[in-house]
């Protein structure tokens, strides 16, 4: 295979690959016009390609697709032919073929196709085509598909004659060279040299591959045969491929982008398509070191790098100054609603104090004072008492709070500053003794009435919550010290060799970041296989238990529970699961490790962290890549195997040998020394030496097989249709209007390049 380097490359969207050189209405008139020249059409199902048939090539060139779409204001329609289609927008248009499987079919998009060539060659300002107009079409074309044809060209567009010809059988023979030549005419006047009389043809296009044998100078159709696999298949395969492989890149992918990939980098398998695949395994597992065949080709999908604005000293300073407006009016927004949450409770403590002094001066009876706090939702007296203490409780803390508020800004201090000092004072009660502050706790128990009993436990958690609180404060002076002297510890390590000192930072934290990559792979793995592992170790535990002497083959009575050892299994299960608990522990040491060489690269290494945190942070180009390897020869192995896509169909080696085995031995000797491959699909690498592959397997030892492109093998049809057009033996070939009228309006005139004709059954 050729090589390829593994070197990134683009997307080259140059859109659809077009031809078009227009000829004006004064060059028509001076050059074409009354001279009765043909014009010369290829119709296929990729490609159309048209111009004289005096022309050294065809002038038009374009992709066989019509869009026809409503106007802006829905009041008309306009259409696009070909390379009209803007490339960029050919998915929102829905551009369609003509063409289902080489047979043209959808006839009115036909018409657009002719009318955009007849316009192109400057023949718009006339009635009619005055011009005989010679068209290739499929391998055993329909009757009914040439019947509309030739409906169209006569009624439509007035033409004087049309010939039609396979495409394959006219690139068939210009590769040789025998039309238009008089020199090597036979006898028979057919054109056809007596050296290439027999071959073999292999043509793959863009949704059909088709074998046809030649003998004697004419094809024989009933030995033929067509696989209905071509380009657009491998685009397709691949498009789909991709998809599942990277489905993030789904809006960057399209049929088109894949038509590109599988014609700059599909490769076919010179031989075994199976071994290769196991070569390129071996090569993907590091076995392989000298596997050169193919190399991965990395695609850039297009890409928009993002580089972060450096911010300037005034615009930092800017940035501050709101980001304090801001957390400014938040206070003010958060001042206002305590002011107000703050008057809805004094307005409801006001209410529960006018309700008890009522009850106190005996206003109301004890009945209606129980009356109306059931009405207020309250279940009795106590209930509504101890919400009243909580109520005047809030309300004086938010009392206090708003005079704190208001004494901290008139000092020039934030809100945040009341905290700290709050927390202060609470602080400065340590100084106090805990007899002081909790007197209850030093009281003899008997002595309590029911009141203080509550005040006490209320002290005793306190007291629990005053020395969990300063157990924390030694843990985090105990923290800090240490973190000051491993700080030092660092300090001193990089003043003594700072280069070796930040690269060993991070080595150290490419470990562990790679360690903790595995384990959290390892981690979803035992996720998927936690159902089956704890199955699998509830078997291996009873099979090896007291009821254990159990085989998978026994027949005898389970008896798993019968003894006291069987129950062990689950002290084992819960065991192994506590062992995969450590695991998951350990990975949050690491975190707090990979932080603190985190910190010190920001310290030591700032440039280089802020580096990759922006690689980390933003899309960067790897992100927006691609990679081909195995699709590069999956992709040109369709046509051989279409079982892979799950096509019911033989592939070519099945083909090839179908066709030999109805031509027999003989003349399978006399065409495989010729064998023509044609076509756009045959382009990508060793397809000629995988045909050649195929068929000697096929064929005897000894045998002499000759395999070869054919000239020019997409635009080699329309060549060989321009030589035949010139030639004297065109002149037999046209069908007039009158003929069809007399004969059939699917009549065709046989010829050498041309599709047997069976009259339609009436």
Request: with cysteine; glycine share 8%.
């Amino acid at each position: 295979m050729d090589s390829e380097d593994s070197d990134t490359v683009t997307f080259e969207d140059n859109g659809f690959a077009a031809k078009f050189e227009r000829v004006s209405r004064e060059t028509y008139e001076r050059k074409y016009m009354g001279k009765n020249i043909p014009i010369v059409i290829d119709c296929g199902a990729y490609e159309t390609r048209a111009g004289f048939a005096t022309d050294d090539a065809p002038r038009l060139q374009f992709r066989s697709l019509v869009s026809r779409n409503r106007t802006k204001d829905g009041k008309g329609f306009f259409t696009l032919v070909g390379n009209q289609i803007p490339y960029a927008e050919a998915y929102r248009l829905k551009p369609r073929s003509p063409f289902d499987r080489n047979v043209a079919c959808h006839f009115e998009s036909m018409e657009h196709i002719f009318d955009y060539i007849f316009d192109a060659l400057g023949i718009n300002g006339s009635p009619n085509v005055d011009h005989p107009i010679v068209i290739t079409e499929a391998v055993c074309n329909p009757n009914f598909s040439r019947k509309k044809m030739s409906k169209l060209l006569f009624e439509a567009y007035g033409v004087p004659a049309v010939c039609y010809g396979v495409g394959d059988l006219f690139a068939y023979g210009y590769h040789h060279n025998i039309l238009g030549n008089s020199s090597i005419e036979t006898k028979k006047g057919d054109g056809i040299s007596s050296e290439f009389k027999d071959g073999l043809i292999v043509s793959s296009g863009y949704e059909a591959t088709h074998v046809i044998p030649v003998l004697d100078g004419k094809p024989d159709f009933l030995a033929a045969a067509c696989i209905p696999v071509g380009g657009l298949q491998a685009h397709k395969f691949l498009f789909d491929s991709l998809l599942l492989r990277y489905p993030q890149h789904a809006r960057h992918l399209s049929l088109n982008r894949c038509h590109e990939l599988v014609t700059r980098f599909a490769v076919v398998a010179p031989g075994d398509f199976l071994e290769e695949l196991r070569d390129m395994q071996r090569y993907e597992d590091g076995k392989n070191d000298g596997y050169t065949n193919l190399q991965p080709v990395k695609i850039q999908l297009p890409f928009t790098e993002y580089k972060p604005k450096e911010e300037t000293p005034e615009e930092k300073e800017r940035r501050e100054i709101r980001k304090k407006e801001h957390a400014d009016r938040l206070r003010m927004l958060a001042a206002k609603r305590r002011e107000s949450k703050l008057e809805e409770r004094q307005k409801a403590l006001e209410g529960f104090d006018r309700l008890a002094n009522r009850l106190e001066n005996s206003a109301i009876t004890e009945g209606e004072f129980l009356t109306q706090i059931e009405q207020g939702g309250f279940e009795d007296r106590d209930d509504f008492e101890r919400h009243h203490r909580e109520l005047r409780k809030k309300v004086d803390d938010g009392l206090a709070r708003m005079q704190a508020d208001k004494q901290g800004s008139e000092d020039g201090k934030s809100g945040g500053s009341t905290k700290s000092k709050s927390g202060d004072n609470s602080g400065g009660k340590t100084d106090q003794s805990e007899q002081e502050r909790f007197p209850l706790l030093f009281m003899d128990p008997s002595a309590l009435t029911d009141e203080q009993k509550k005040e006490k436990r209320k002290q005793l958690l306190l007291k629990s919550a005053e020395a969990g609180r300063a157990r924390r404060r030694r843990e985090k002076e105990q923290a800090r010290e240490a973190m000051e002297a491993r700080e030092r510890e660092e300090q001193s390590r990089y003043d003594a060799n700072p280069k070796e000192y930040v690269k060993s930072l991070h080595k150290m934290r490419a470990e562990l970041i790679d360690q903790r990559e595995k384990r959290r792979f390892s981690m979803r793995s035992l996720d998927r296989r936690k159902n089956l592992a704890s199955k699998r170790r509830v078997l291996q535990a009873v099979m090896g238990t007291g009821g254990g002497s159990r085989k998978p083959g026994d027949k005898d009575e389970d008896d798993f529970g019968a003894n006291e050892e069987d129950w062990q299994l689950y002290k084992k299960m819960a065991q192994s699961r506590g062992e995969e608990m450590d695991e998951e522990s350990e990975s949050e040491e690491e975190k707090e490790e990979l932080n603190w060489l985190e910190r010190l690269l920001n310290k030591y290494d700032p440039e280089a962290m802020k580096k990759e945190i922006e690689e980390t942070t933003y899309p960067q180009a790897h992100d927006f890549q691609i990679e081909l390897f195995v699709d590069r020869i999956k992709a040109a192995e369709l046509i051989y195997q279409p079982s892979i896509i799950g096509l019911d169909v033989a592939g070519l080696p099945e083909t090839l040998e179908g066709v030999f085995r109805k031509l027999g031995p003989t003349k399978r000797e006399k065409i495989t020394k010729n064998v023509v491959v044609i076509g756009g699909n045959t382009l990508n690498p060793n397809f000629c030496e995988r045909v050649r592959y195929q068929i000697r397997s096929l064929c005897p030892e000894g045998l002499k097989v000759t395999v070869m492109h054919g000239n020019n093998p997409s635009l080699g049809s329309w060549y060989g249709a321009k030589l035949f057009a010139n030639s004297p033996h065109a002149k037999k070939a046209y069908v007039t209007a009158s003929i069809l009228q007399e004969k059939s309006p699917d009549f065709l005139v046989e010829h050498t390049f041309s599709n047997q004709y069976f009259p339609t059954p009436r």
